[in-house]
């Protein structure tokens, strides 16, 4: 199974709305990261949170992170239709040698 | 322009037709690694390189080859290729190792039939 579950599978709302988006992990982390994706193109870097940092921001992105509940949320405001568009939650974990294991991704539409 | 490029695009094969999908970025990294996504399962790591002549199985490396014989080139080779292969798949690249920021490449669209 996945380390990093990302809820909701799908989300919609309206341009000016907040969006949230949570993951959950399973095992203990150095760091979290978001990625963003649009549809068919490659992943790109959002913001990375280290175990040791309870939230982080950047832009209209806020991030929180909870270790003790080994989850973290992705919000993004005053939400417009280009932020349409999956996000995906990597982890890092330890198997012999580091690497980041990515979830499944929220779906996020933006309607105008 | 920091980049990572993928190459082709796009690709129809038919089961048992050698192919590769190449990879290179310019942003002089150490580390990088071919991931495929799938629907339902998320990006799944195929094959990773530390270095030069330095390469590894990933989670899913059955069908797949790899080579890193400059810093910058890392392709990916299917030697006889399965309709279970078609997916999409990404190179990726990374300064601090494969637990920071990735660098992704645009992807490649493999379909076997």
């Known amino acids: 199974s996945q380390q990093g579950e990302e809820d909701p599978q799908a989300l919609s709302i309206q341009e000016g709305e907040n969006a949230t988006m949570n993951c959950s992990y399973k095992t203990s982390i150095n760091n979290l990261q978001w990625y963003r994706q649009n549809s068919g193109r490659g992943l790109v870097h959002l913001i990375l949170i280290r175990s040791n940092e309870r939230e982080k921001h950047s832009g209209r992105l806020r991030v929180t992170l909870d270790t003790s509940k080994k989850s973290s949320s992705l919000l993004i405001t005053a939400s417009r239709a280009a932020d349409t568009a999956s996000y995906f939650c990597a982890t890092d974990v330890s198997t012999g040698f580091q690497k980041l294991v990515f979830g499944t991704g929220t779906r996020l539409l933006v309607s105008p | 322009e920091a980049q990572v490029t993928q190459n082709p695009r796009y690709l129809i094969t038919v089961t048992g037709k050698k192919l590769t999908v190449t990879c290179s970025q310019n942003m002089n990294h150490e580390y990088m690694s071919w991931y495929r996504q799938d629907p339902g399962l998320g990006l799944r790591q195929i094959y990773y390189?530390?270095?030069?002549?330095?390469?590894d199985k990933g989670d899913v490396p059955e069908g797949y080859k790899v080579s890193r014989k400059e810093k910058r080139n890392f392709p990916l080779i299917l030697e006889s290729p399965s309709p279970n292969q078609t997916s999409l798949y990404f190179c990726?690249?990374?300064?601090?190792?494969?637990?920071?920021?990735?660098?992704f490449g645009e992807g490649s669209r493999l379909t076997v039939l």
């Open positions: 390189s530390m270095n030069v002549e330095v390469t």
């Open positions: 990726a690249s990374s300064l601090a190792g494969f637990t920071g920021e990735l660098f």
